[in-house]
């Protein structure tokens, strides 16, 4: 048996996608890998979603299996609404093997991080993040946001979450109006996820940021796998560089007791992996296909 720090080999079989779409962009990629994009979310994608986010981690078998495959295709990339040095310590991604070209784009693009230096690149973050943290603690006192509501501050964003409460989803329904009000008042956006809402600014999403990636390093095919709605994006992205005549593989990261969570990715990816040890398993079959 494999321990959590020690687990246990997996077979290296490459999962076949159920679209026509999904297995060109997969032919694609074992094609021409040098001129491939893989690029994935943090949570719920390459990191098992817990109740506090700050004790989240890359799930043990996703740095060893990026590690095989980074050096075998054009750019591998993570794309996520946390700050690109939050995604960088929690993923163990700073001075793994096999990373050296790794990047992390963080705030949904606006922050970037490169392994190759090891800095974190960013503009200032917009009047109105400022405006909403100050406002948010005695607005969630009025609203009487019950026991278990905690704000994460993310530097360019403020996430509400309701999953440690006694009923999440009550929660989450009575905090969500007035939460767009409070992000419409100062120019700011609700992206929703599973139990959270983020206000963040408008205009930055994971769909820009990896067509941006995918053009930067001029690539001939591209691979993302997400799990939440703020991969939808993401996907759409996918969906026009596959139109423009860059294959791509869409990939929903969702445990088999979770898949209608969210039934847009789950109904609209090409392949559905089970939850981050299965996209693990998958980054690892294709590092092997390819002859890492």
Known sequence: MGSPSEPAPRPAELPVPRTADGREGLDALLREPRRAVVALDFDGTLAPIVPDPERARAHPEAVPALS????LVGAVAVVTGRPAGT?????????????????????????RW????????????????????AELPALLAELGAPPGTWTEDKGRALAVHTR??????AAFDRLRAPLYALAARHGLIVEPGRLVLELRPPGVDKGGALTAFVREHEARAVLYAGDDLGDLAAFAAVRELRAAGVPGLLVCS??????ETVPQLTESADLVADGPAGVAHLLHALAVRLGG
């Open 164 to 169: 440690r409460t006694e009923d999440p989803q």
């Open 68 to 71: 095989r495959l980074a050096p």
């Open 114 to 133: 490169n392994a190759a230096t090891g800095a974190v690149h960013a503009p200032p973050p917009p009047p109105g993040i400022a405006a909403v943290r």
């Open 87 to 111: 995604a960088v310590r929690h993923g163990g991604f700073d001075g793994a093997p096999g990373l050296e070209r790794f990047t992390v784009l963080g705030a949904y693009g606006a922050e």
């Open 254 to 259: 969702a445990a088999e007791d979770a898949r």
